[in-house]
C-alpha cells in the first residue's frame, strides 16, 4: 500500500526524534482528517528499539472530535477504544446506567491484559483522581472449573466490587446465587456467566442468554473485573468514614455558629446516611466523589501510560488548554455553590487536577503536539519543530488526502 509519509524527509526527522525522545515535539500543517493518518504511522516505532509502540494516548478538546477520531483510526487498527470522560459536575447523578463504567472499565482492562493499543479521549479524562491501575488489577476474580470455592466470600467479594445482587440476572453489573449455581453479568461481558458448583468444588463455567436462559460457551475459567471504578478494602472504608464523619462534624458546627441550621442538618444528614450505608454494606456504589477520603495514592489516567514506553499525542494543545481552564471554572462554580448549601464536603472539590498541572506533566520526551496553523503555544515547552504541507487529491468516487512536501 502507497504511503505518501514515507517520501517526506521531515516525516521522517519526525519520526526519528521520536524514537530518540527528543519531544515535546510539536507539528504544524495537519488538518483533522490527516492527523490520524500521522499518529497512527508515528505509533509504528517504538521510544529507543525500533518495534511497535505497545500503548498510544491521544487527548483532544471534546466528546464529539474524540469520537471522530476513533472511528478514523478504527479505518487503520482494530485496535482502538474510547475512554470517556466523567461528567464532574454530577458525579452522583447515574443517567448512563452502567453503559460510562463499562465503557471506562472495559479500556482499563485492556490496559491490564493486551501488549498495546491506542486510547482516545478527552483532556477531562486526564483531570479525574482515579486509584492506581495495579491496585484495581488485584481487585479482579478469576474462577476455574475444578477450584474450591467459598460462595460466602465470592458473594462478600462481588458486592464489593459493586455488582448488585438480584434473584435474577438480567443486566450488566448484576449477580445471583441460587443453591449451587452462581450467576454473574460482567459489566466487560457481552453475556452473562454461570458457575455451577458441586459441593464446594466449581464443577463448570458457561456463558449464557439472559432471555432463553440456554447455555451459549464452555469456559475453562473466567476473570470478573470490578463493576465500579472504587473497589476499596475494610481498612480503606472504615478510614475514610471516620474522616468524613470529622469533617461533617466541623461543617455542621460552622453553620450553626453561621445561624444556618437547614445546611447544618442538610451536612450532617447526608454524611451520616453515606456512613450507615457503606458499613451495613449496601453502600458500595456512588464512591468516586468521596474518593479523596479512601485514597491518598489516587492518580490521573495519565498515569497509567509510562513515560518511557508509550507515545502522547495532544491533540491542538491550545483548544485543550481552553478545555481544561472552562472545566475547572464550570466545576468550581458548582461545587462552591453546593458547599455554601451543606450538599458537601470541602474534601469533595478536590476531585480534579488543573489542567495546567496535567498539560505540564503530558509534556514528555515521546509527547508530539500537533496543530493545523504554526502557532505559539503559551506556557508549553517545544523542543523541536516539524512543518508538513497537505494537499487534497481526489480519488474516483470516494476522495481521500494526502500528506505532500511542498
Known amino acids: 500500500m502507497y504511503n505518501p509519509l514515507l517520501e517526506l524527509q521531515e516525516y521522517e526527522n519526525l519520526a526519528e526524534a521520536l524514537k530518540k525522545g527528543r519531544g515535546p515535539i510539536q507539528v504544524t500543517g495537519t488538518l483533522d482528517s490527516q492527523k490520524v493518518h500521522l499518529m497512527y504511522e508515528l505509533g509504528q516505532g517504538n521510544p529507543g528499539d525500533g518495534h511497535s509502540v505497545p500503548w498510544k494516548l491521544v487527548v483532544t478538546y471534546d466528546d464529539s472530535r474524540a469520537k471522530e477520531i476513533y472511528e478514523d483510526f478504527r479505518n487503520f487498527t482494530k485496535d482502538v477504544w474510547l475512554y470517556p470522560a466523567k ?14 463504567a463499562r465503557q471506562r ?9 493486551d501488549a498495546g493499543g491506542i486510547v482516545v479521549t478527552t483532556l477531562d479524562g486526564l483531570m479525574d483522581h482515579l486509584l492506581p491501575l495495579k491496585y484495581l488489577k488485584g481487585q479482579t476474580v478469576t474462577v476455574e472449573a475444578g477450584q474450591k470455592l467459598d460462595l460466602e466470600e465470592l ?12 434473584a435474577q440476572v438480567d443486566g450488566m453489573g448484576q449477580f445471583s446465587i441460587r443453591g449451587g449455581i452462581v450467576d454473574i453479568f460482567p459489566l466487560t461481558e457481552e453475556v452473562p456467566v454461570r458457575i455451577e458448583m458441586w459441593d464446594d468444588e466449581v464443577d463448570s463455567i458457561r456463558t449464557f442468554d439472559v432471555e432463553s436462559q440456554r447455555s451459549v460457551e464452555q469456559l475453562d475459567q473466567v476473570t470478573i473485573y470490578p ?3 472504587v473497589v476499596l478494602s475494610e481498612k480503606q472504608l472504615e478510614a475514610g ?4 464523619e470529622r469533617e461533617a462534624k466541623a461543617c455542621e458546627k460552622t453553620f450553626r455558629d453561621q445561624h444556618k441550621s437547614e ?24 464512591l468516586d466523589a468521596y474518593l479523596r477520603y479512601f485514597a491518598d495514592d489516587t492518580v490521573s489516567f495519565l ?12 491533540d491542538e494543545p491550545a483548544r485543550l488548554m481552553e478545555k481544561g481552564e472552562t472545566v475547572e471554572l464550570e466545576f468550581r462554580e458548582s461545587m462552591m455553590h453546593r458547599l455554601e448549601k451543606g450538599y458537601l464536603l470541602p474534601g469533595q472539590t478536590e476531585l480534579l487536577y ?13 509527547t508530539v503536539m500537533l496543530t493545523g496553523l504554526d502557532q505559539k503555544l503559551p506556557g508549553m515547552k517545544v523542543a523541536h519543530k516539524y512543518g508538513l504541507v497537505v494537499k487534497n487529491v481526489n480519488s474516483y468516487q470516494n476522495s481521500f488526502e494526502m500528506l505532500i512536501k511542498d
Open 87 to 100: 461528567d464532574l459536575l454530577f458525579y452522583s447523578a447515574d443517567i448512563h446506567g452502567n453503559l460510562m
Open 105 to 113: 472499565i472495559g479500556v482499563l482492562r485492556h490496559l491490564m491484559e
Open 155 to 166: 458473594r462478600d467479594r462481588l458486592t464489593a466490587m459493586g455488582y448488585e445482587r438480584n
Open 227 to 229: 463493576a465500579s471504578e
Open 241 to 244: 468514614i471516620i474522616g468524613l
Open 263 to 286: 445546611e447544618a442538618h442538610r451536612i450532617k444528614t447526608t454524611v451520616a446516611e453515606l456512613a450507615d450505608g457503606i458499613r451495613g454494606g449496601w453502600r458500595t456504589g456512588g
Open 303 to 314: 498515569d497509567y501510560f509510562p513515560e518511557e514506553s508509550s507515545i502522547l499525542f495532544l
Open 354 to 366: 488543573p489542567a495546567e498541572t496535567v498539560l505540564a506533566r503530558a509534556q514528555r520526551p515521546h
